[in-house]
């Protein structure tokens, strides 16, 4: 991953991909993963999320990555509460009141990292990622989660001549082929294709369809 591109972004206040509701898809979608309180959600490139958030008062405890130092202290800052500042493996950590997150690569997690965790959270984390890290991704994924844990991804298909991601689009059966080997896929929901939001209109493109899957990790 490109590390600097993303301390750039946070640096400069370019933070055109953090929403500033809970996402309504999570909302309406996690329940199918029948994830049990005391499990962990885990939200991978996961910024300020207020999806965590959202998580947490689901009752679970909540295990995020983020490169940027200053998306893991505004996290916590933003929810008015005082993080704990430690170091766990290869991560500078910021915990409180049943947040972790871990600040740096997420290739460089572990299975014991993720060993807790029962569902994972993707909106905004492999279709950050340019094709050739996206294969990585998913094979990291599959290494480090606990059989029968269950992800909740989220991905968005336009025609990549209009625009330039990130956002990338990732068509379905791009998922297909990523995950397959090692998950079983439950196609959701999907919308579009649809007029995209202004910040993307402004940016050429003229639509964009939005899939959201629920893939779980089958046993080694």
């Keep these: 991953m490109k590390a600097e591109f993303w301390h750039e972004r946070w640096e400069a206040n370019q933070l055109g991909f953090h929403q500033n509701e809970v996402n309504d898809l999570l909302k309406r979608h996690w329940k199918t993963l029948d994830v049990a309180a005391a499990e ?39 929810a008015g509460t005082q993080a704990r500042q430690g170091t766990t493996g290869q991560f500078k950590s910021y915990a409180s009141e049943g947040y972790e997150l871990y600040c740096g690569d ?31 991704y998913a094979t990291h994924m599959a290494e480090i989660l606990p ?3 269950q992800i909740l991804l989220l ?27 090692s998950f079983t896929l439950d196609r959701l929901d999907q919308k579009g294709p649809s007029d995209p939001p202004p910040p993307f209109k402004a940016r050429g493109l003229s639509s964009i369809s939005e899939s959201i899957c629920r893939l779980e990790r089958r046993n080694r």
């Excluded at 059966?173 to 397959?180: G, N, P, Q, R």
């Design 40 to 78: 962990t959600a885990f939200v991978p490139l996961c910024g300020k999320s207020l999806d965590m958030r959202w998580l947490r008062e689901q009752g679970h405890p909540v295990l995020g990555v983020e490169f940027s130092p200053i998306a893991c202290r505004d996290f916590f800052a933003e």
């Design 106 to 136: 997420f290739f460089d997690l572990t299975r014991k990292d993720l060993a807790e965790v029962g569902g994972v959270f993707d909106r905004g984390s492999l279709v950050a990622l340019p094709p050739e890290l996206r294969r990585r």
């Design 147 to 149: 059989d029968g844990a």
């Design 155 to 181: 991905t968005v298909d336009y025609d990549q001549s209009e625009m330039k991601g990130p956002p990338h689009s990732v068509p379905d059966d791009e998922v297909a082929s990523l995950f397959e080997k």
